[in-house]
């Protein structure tokens, strides 16, 4: 573990994913996915492949969860998500994890830079900022609508140059294989939660650098705490 915690020496940028990362949203999304594919007639995915692909962009989820039916159709179902997902996020706002907001502030306090790769949109992204109080802490985000979707490394790349920072020096947090995956084709070094989609087995058979079972232990890995 030494050896492999050399990894995280000199980490100067926390890089977070937001759903079943920071924000435990994994069961709204999969309900929101249901009731879309319900409201068209479309026989609802299972719970399985609705977690493969979240962290993907919406349109591109979508398309990958209900392959069979036509572009018009998942566009549809898109579009009926939005509108779902927004009116169900109005009447009661998905909870950031219960020390997300404490770990966040506790980086900050060490000097630590704060960005976030995420699947949601931009417009998903100022939602969360506001009402969960994240827009004081973060320093860079980037969504699937301002860079092609995970597990390509681009949203990675752009936190580093956009930070002035090496890869090397931030680490990826994540919950989900895609996170993983991104991380490794961005050379980045990662941390994977089991707060979210994918079990302790997958997230290590994904090759991730290191699995803990909730976000406080990233400050130990980081010894801040």
């Keep these: 573990m030494k050896r492999k915690k050399e990894l995280l020496s000199g980490i100067k940028c926390v890089v977070f994913d937001i759903d079943g990362t920071l924000m435990d949203s994994i069961p709204r999304i999969v309900e929101c996915i249901g009731l879309s594919c319900k409201k068209h007639n479309i026989e609802v995915p299972s719970q399985h492949a609705c977690f493969n692909v979240i962290g993907l962009g919406l349109n591109l989820a979508i398309q990958q969860v209900i392959p069979n039916e036509s572009a018009d159709t998942q566009a549809l179902v898109a579009e009926t998500y939005r509108m779902t997902y927004t009116e169900l ?19 900050k306090e060490n000097g630590i830079k704060i960005a976030v790769a ?108």
């Design 89 to 107: 996020e109005d009447a009661k706002p998905t909870e950031l994890f219960p020390c997300a907001l404490d770990v966040i502030k506790k980086l």
């Design 118 to 225: 995420t699947g949601k949109s931009m417009k998903g992204w100022n939602r969360v900022a506001k009402y969960a109080h994240l827009e004081e802490y973060v320093d860079y985000v980037v969504t699937a609508d301002t860079a092609i979707s995970k597990p390509n490394n681009q949203m990675l790349r752009k936190i580093s140059d956009s930070l002035k920072l090496p890869i090397k020096s931030c680490v990826m947090v994540g919950d989900s294989t895609l996170d993983i995956q991104m991380a490794i084709n961005a050379n980045m070094p990662n941390v994977a939660v089991t707060t979210g989609v994918h079990t302790k087995e997958q997230l290590y058979n994904c090759k991730a650098d290191f699995v803990v079972d909730d976000l406080s232990s990233i400050l130990d890995l980081l010894d801040l705490k």
